[in-house]
């Protein structure tokens, strides 16, 4: 199959399960603290993981050494360097990853206490393109060590992936069509939000090809991602705790883990395995970054979800309409010119 349709297919999966999220956050989040459900989170998505591990036929599962490359950067040659020193711990993307795992979501759910999630949502989209431009990046530094590079992306697909992204916040306004709450430190937030959460993605798939090195095996680099995931998560969780503490003190307000809570985290926890599965394989099977504009159909989906299952009425169904139809055309040019 070409590399390019078959790393198509797989963001078409991780579209079809990352997309229930918003769903699930509808019905577990219950606290005043995003964080303290950010770290109710982490467990089970942490739990939900560990079976990718036996289930991705990764030829070398190198436990020790894959710990061992946590502590590694990017060289300026294009090659995994060791930390030497206590400040060379700042150069590790696992350091960022940890801190933005803890933050990513949490500040999703706090900045839509502060304004309209609708924007907070819109805003979220531009996180697939700050994921890009660091893949991209990423490749150019890769091919400078004389390596092709693993992410290429031309000036045409980036045009293409702008309109996908309008198209999907068209889909999201239609929704409402209407902001009903704005404020500058709720932009912020979310703006934080959507940064954090390309550290957190882009990260786990970073560290991946860094204990991979040099294989381009994508079980492997699979495999060395879901072990990244999982070891960013678990350092992740004690500084969810501390923010809980720093941003919103204890008071009578608690998250009540019933055992229907149990059973929602844990559907969260496997919808995100496969997403993150599906998202990470479509990145490494294919060199071409173009493939990730079909994840701008994510909020179409969500819309689904959320009109199925949460009574979310469609207020402005033209600009749903309107906006599936510009992401749906952006994507069918590009396959056009690669399939």
Not at 61 to 72: A, I, P, S, V
Not at 126 to 151: C, T
Not at 165 to 178: D, K, N, P
Not at 179 to 196: D, E, Q, R
């Amino acid at each position: 199959m070409n590399p390019t349709t078959k790393g198509m297919l797989w963001a078409v999966s991780a579209v079809l399960t990352g997309s229930w999220l918003p769903l699930f956050y509808l019905y577990t989040h219950v606290s005043n603290d995003p964080f303290v459900w950010r770290s109710w989170l982490l467990v089970f998505q942490v739990l939900m993981l560990l079976p990718v591990f036996f289930l991705v036929p990764a030829q070398n599962k190198r436990w020790l050494e894959n710990t061992r490359r946590l502590l590694y950067y990017w060289g300026e040659g294009g090659e995994p360097v060791r930390v030497r020193n206590a400040l060379d711990i700042l150069r590790t993307p696992v350091l960022w990853m940890a801190i933005c795992f803890a933050l990513d979501l949490a500040f999703w759910v706090w900045a839509a206490t502060l304004i309209d999630p609708l924007v907070v949502t819109i805003i979220f989209q531009l996180m697939l393109i700050g994921m890009v431009w660091m893949a991209a990046r990423l490749g150019r530094k890769i091919s400078g060590g004389q390596r092709s590079s693993p992410h290429v992306i031309g000036g045409k697909h980036w045009t293409l992936m702008f309109f996908s992204f309008l198209g999907a916040a068209l889909v999201i306004w239609s929704e409402t069509a209407a902001v009903s709450t704005l404020n500058w430190l709720g932009i912020a937030v979310a703006f934080m939000g959507t940064a954090t959460a390309v550290g957190s993605l882009w990260g786990t798939v970073s560290i991946g090809r860094m204990m991979g090195w040099p294989t381009r095996n994508p079980h492997d680099l699979v495999w060395n991602a879901t072990f990244a995931a999982v070891a960013g998560r678990a350092l992740a969780l004690p500084l969810t705790l501390v923010g809980s503490f720093l941003f919103f003190p204890p008071s009578g307000d608690s998250f009540d883990v019933t055992w229907s809570m149990v059973g929602l985290l844990t559907a969260t926890g496997v919808f995100n395995a496969a997403g993150a599965l599906s998202h990470r394989y479509s990145l490494y099977v294919t060199s071409s970054l173009s493939v990730q504009r079909i994840m701008f159909f994510s909020p179409v989906f969500q819309m689904l979800w959320l009109w199925l299952f949460a009574d979310v009425s469609i207020a402005n169904p033209q600009a749903l309409l309107v906006g599936t139809g510009i992401v749906l055309l952006s994507n069918l040019g590009w396959q056009r010119e690669q399939l």
